[in-house]
């Protein structure tokens, strides 16, 4: 059955998908330990630590993790004021869609089977489980690194009640050039694969509430209102990669708003407009607030 599973999802426009073995992920355990320790946390991330390491605990009948890749790189714009991740409709809702499509291919032919999807908000490490099924290595920003994607890609998965063959983790390391650690732009990527979040661009154009001084600084290293791509800019795994080949991650893009639009709209048009849009999760204050950062 894994072999009509990766046909589907490359008939789907799905080129990279694995399985991951069950854990518990005692390594991936050890990491988020200290990270818990130094206090390196966003919130963001599932808050109950026996979770994150033990599948089992979300699904009781599990069997298998299948985890797929989702390539977005659409190219460099340099009028962007947005990082690429958000260019495209909400990803929640792309990959949320296509792994819902995988999971009724395996109900409509495996009999009594179950699975549970997720993209991003998932209890599990999604990096480490796209290193456990052998789809991409690890680099030194964090990222998950595939040959023919770069790090530009997103990781979903499905909890299945189906044993499929667990793939080999892809044990590479990245080239170890320090480019994204000489270039972050707080200075965060602390050179073992881990990241204090507290101090990324990323997290505070996303945190709510009022931005220290030091923030503002960050911020203002480059003209980004939303997101950070600098990590990966800079990553020479992602010279000469390819392109996504999925329709809805090349159409219907927005890669620059307009803060003075964004400013005057109503609270109510704008979730019209941008409701679809993973920029929008924290509401327009944020926005705003990042906006004028730069004013
Ligand atoms: C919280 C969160 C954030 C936080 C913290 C990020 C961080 N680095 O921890 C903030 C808001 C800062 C953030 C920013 C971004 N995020 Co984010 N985020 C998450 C989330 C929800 C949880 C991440 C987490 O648990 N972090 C804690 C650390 C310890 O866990 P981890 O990063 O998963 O673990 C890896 C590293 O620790 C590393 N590692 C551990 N030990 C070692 C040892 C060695 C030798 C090496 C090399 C590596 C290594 O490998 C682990 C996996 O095996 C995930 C989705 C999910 N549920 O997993 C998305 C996710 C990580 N984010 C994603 C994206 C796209 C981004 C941004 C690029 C968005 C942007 N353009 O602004 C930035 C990138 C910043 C960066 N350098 O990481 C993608 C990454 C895809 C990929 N190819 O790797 C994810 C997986 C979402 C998705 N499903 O696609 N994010
Ligand atoms: S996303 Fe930006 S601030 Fe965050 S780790 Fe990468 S370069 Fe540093
Ligand atoms: S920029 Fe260099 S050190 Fe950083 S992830 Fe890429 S190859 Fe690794």
């Known amino acids: 059955m894994k072999k009509e599973l990766i046909e589907f999802c490359k008939a789907n426009n799905i080129e990279y998908v694995g399985i991951a073995n069950l854990g518990p992920y005692e390594d991936f355990g050890d990491v988020w330990k200290k990270q818990i320790e130094k206090g390196h946390l966003t919130g963001f991330e599932e808050k109950e630590f026996e979770k994150r390491i033990n599948p089992t605990l979300t699904m009781s009948n599990i069997k298998s993790i299948i985890v797929c890749l989702f390539p977005y790189y659409v190219g460099t714009f340099e ?69 023919k994607y770069g790090s530009y890609v997103f990781i979903g998965y499905i909890l299945s009640n189906y044993p499929f063959e667990p793939d080999k983790p892809d044990d590479r390391t990245c080239m170890k050039c320090y480019k994204c650690m000489d270039n972050c732009l707080g200075q965060c990527i602390t050179g073992d694969g881990t990241i204090n979040p507290l101090k ?45 080949p999925i329709e809805e991650f090349k159409t219907n893009l927005i890669y620059n708003i307009d803060c003075d639009e964004i400013t005057n709209i109503s609270h109510k048009d704008f979730n019209k407009k941008y409701g679809d849009r993973s920029f929008s999760w924290r509401g327009k204050k944020v926005l705003i607030r990042n906006c004028e950062v730069f004013i």
């Open 200 to 244: 990324c661009k990323s997290y505070l154009t996303q945190k709510k509430g009022e931005l220290k001084l030091s923030e503002i600084g960050i911020l203002r290293r480059n003209h980004l209102v939303w997101g950070c791509d600098t990590c990966q800019d800079v990553c020479p795994h992602n010279k000469n990669i390819d392109k996504t």
């Open 79 to 147: 009028e962007a004021n947005l990082s690429k991740y958000v260019y495209s409709t909400d990803y929640h809702i792309i990959i949320k869609k296509k792994l819902e499509i995988i999971g009724q291919y395996l109900k409509d032919n495996l009999k009594n089977f179950e699975y549970k999807a997720y993209i991003d908000t998932g209890p599990l490490s999604d990096r480490y489980l796209a290193y456990k099924a052998g789809l991409g290595f690890r680099g030194i920003n964090g990222h998950i690194i595939n040959d």
